[in-house]
């Protein structure tokens, strides 16, 4: 058995795996289960810890208005829009970076643009709003 520390959306997970060569699972000195999961006790930062997306400040959404959020983890790559532009359905609203590959983030109607809430290099996580459409 060979034990890990997982983390998963933002909670950590110790794991023990059982090694398999050649189609048989490898010896082991007691018997234990296949895999069990248990939670990790979170431990104290390191003297450096690796740079953190900063938690976006909330957006407020204007009354019939709508906010265009992230559909995945990603970099913003360009920002297509400004404050105050109309724009249609459709219209590229700004670039995400995600696992390698640029997708479009579109605008789901027409609108005029009330607030963008990012900037390019910025890191998005998933649901965090982009653009809000008034």
């Known amino acids: 058995m060979r034990k890990f520390i997982i983390n998963v959306n933002g909670n950590s997970y110790e794991v ?24 990790a006790p979170k431990s104290a930062p390191a003297a450096a810890p690796a740079a953190k997306p900063a938690a976006a400040a909330p957006v407020s959404v204007p009354a019939g208005g709508a906010s265009v959020n992230a559909p995945m983890p990603g970099t913003i790559l360009r920002v297509d829009v400004t404050v105050g532009q109309a724009v249609k359905k ?8 995600a696992m390698k590959m640029e997708n479009e983030i579109m605008a789901p109607s027409d609108g005029t643009v009330a607030s963008v809430a990012v900037h390019q290099g910025d890191s998005v996580n998933t649901g965090q709003v982009l653009v809000v459409l008034g």
């Open 90 to 97: 459709g219209q590229v609203l700004c670039i995400l970076e």
């Open 16 to 39: 023990e795996v059982e090694e398999v060569r050649d189609g048989a699972a490898a010896p082991t000195p007691a018997p234990k289960a296949a895999v069990a999961v248990t939670q």
